[in-house]
């Protein structure tokens, strides 16, 4: 079993404007304008489904097995990635929003915002957990598996 490996790439699972930012001590304002700048991966799987020619035929959760994250961006990788294993953050149900979030992340191929997310049948739902109950995934357990 030697030189068998595989990456895992973590996927975030934010609101807009949500992500987390880091930074050290008297230079919030910094970090925080360079996260205003900054793509998340999340926020840049939605640039890339706006202007890639095929991406949005993939799941967010799909998309390091053909793009590689690089400078803040995904771009496509000359293979293909089979040893490359994605994984969104976990997010608890108490979570309600996010969670559900989650959920349509899982379901929704190619969405270009958070707002698309939330849209179904051309109407725009006010929250995640509507744009899941008008698109059925919430009539089933099984879903709760996907999501965990």
């Known amino acids: 079993m030697h030189e068998k490996y595989h990456a895992i790439i973590r996927l975030p699972v934010h609101f807009p404007d949500m992500q987390p930012v880091y930074f050290y001590d008297d230079e919030e304002r910094q970090a925080l304008e360079r996260a205003a700048q900054r793509n998340t991966m999340l926020t840049a799987w939605f640039e890339l489904n706006r202007t890639g020619p095929d991406a949005n035929r993939y799941f967010y959760a799909d998309i390091p097995k053909r793009f590689v994250w690089k400078n803040y961006k995904w771009e496509r990788l000359v293979r293909f990635g089979d ?13 309600t929003e996010r969670f559900h979030l989650q959920m349509l992340l899982f379901h929704v191929l190619g969405a270009n915002s958070f707002e698309e997310l939330r849209t179904y ?18 009539g089933d357990d099984g879903e709760w598996g996907k999501t965990v």
Request: include cysteine; proline fraction near 3%.
């Open 121 to 138: 049948d051309s109407v725009t739902m006010d929250s995640f957990k509507e744009a899941c109950r008008a698109r059925n995934l919430l």
């Open 83 to 95: 040893r490359i294993v994605s994984s969104l953050y976990s997010v608890s149900p108490k979570d």
